[in-house]
């Protein structure tokens, strides 16, 4: 018997990471949507072209920009989550409640780290 759950698709993690790939030049990806949805590690922003005609103070607003973006996005995820009447019905979403945590916890470092690097490097 299937479960429910496997039939639906599983939320890809939106956050900076390795996992995601490039984009190619057919790609309708441009670095202003990267920013707009979140993505706000500088080796991926790295491999769009007009990236590295920025200053290093241009890259570090960008960065700021994507940083705040991410965080909005998971904070909606979790204000949804908690919409919740009664987790007893769906415990699924207390384990979805506790990933979105994670997630804004990587944030805050990742946050710490690029503010370290882009203030002190130039």
């Not at 759950?5 to 990267?34: M, R, V």
């Not at 940083?67 to 996005?73: C, D, G, I």
């Amino acid at each position: 018997m299937q479960n429910v759950n496997e039939t639906e698709p599983k939320e890809q993690n939106l956050g900076s990471g390795g996992s995601t790939p490039p984009p190619t030049t057919t790609s309708k990806l441009t670095l202003d949507k990267a920013i707009e949805m979140g993505e706000y590690d500088p080796d991926y922003l790295a491999q769009f072209p007009e990236w590295r005609s920025y200053t290093h103070h241009m890259q570090f607003e960008f960065i700021k920009k994507a940083l705040a973006n991410r965080r909005r996005q998971l904070l909606f995820q979790w204000m949804e989550i908690n919409k919740a009447n009664d987790y007893r019905l769906k415990p699924h979403l207390i384990e979805a409640s506790r990933s979105i945590d994670k997630q804004l916890e990587k944030l805050t470092k990742d946050k710490e780290k690029l503010y370290s690097k882009y203030t002190i490097e130039e």
